[in-house]
């Protein structure tokens, strides 16, 4: 009897000494909530008095997936000379990064109607939805509704767009 009498005194200390740990651990929750709360109203209220960013989604770090680079490797070998890279391979995954942060960006805000990424001097993407519309078939004369579709349309801008002119 006297061993069940020792047994729960002692686990009753334990769980008063854990209940006061868990106490103990609350307030440094929520001290540590406190600081993270004014630290981002402070960070929002600087925000806001700059001009609105866009922030896109975080870019996973890159792996190189072979077929779509492949296919230019004069892109690669001048990326490899402008930037001092010792292989090809740097080269390839350098390229690949830029191109899944600019893909990324347009799947990011797909959504926005009129979204533009615009790189100077190189070109404009930028984002349209179009309606969906009913269209009469030729022959046979039935009525079609087509989808509503998003497009990402190019606008080539400096050199390129110079170069187009052919007269």
């Given at each position: 009897m006297n061993a069940a009498i020792h047994h729960i005194q002692t686990a009753s200390g334990e769980l008063s000494k854990l209940q006061s740990e868990v106490l103990r651990l609350e307030e440094r929750i929520q001290t540590a909530q406190r600081t993270l709360r004014e630290a981002t109203e402070t960070l929002s209220f600087e925000e806001q008095q700059r001009a609105p960013v866009l922030r896109a989604a975080p870019v996973p770090p890159y792996r190189l997936r072979g077929f779509p680079l492949k296919t230019n490797p004069e892109l690669c070998a001048r990326v490899q000379q402008a930037l001092s890279l010792e292989t090809k391979k740097e080269a390839e995954v350098a390229v690949g990064a830029v191109i899944d942060a600019l893909e990324q960006t347009l799947l990011n805000n797909l959504g926005i109607e009129g979204f533009s990424l615009k790189l100077g001097g190189?070109?404009?993407f930028k984002v349209r939805h179009l309606k969906?519309?009913?269209?009469r078939l030729g022959f046979s004369g039935e009525t079609v509704t087509t989808k509503p579709k998003r497009k990402v349309k190019f606008v080539p801008l400096g050199m390129l767009r110079m170069s187009e002119k052919v007269g």
């Open positions: 190189f070109g404009k969906a519309t009913t269209r």
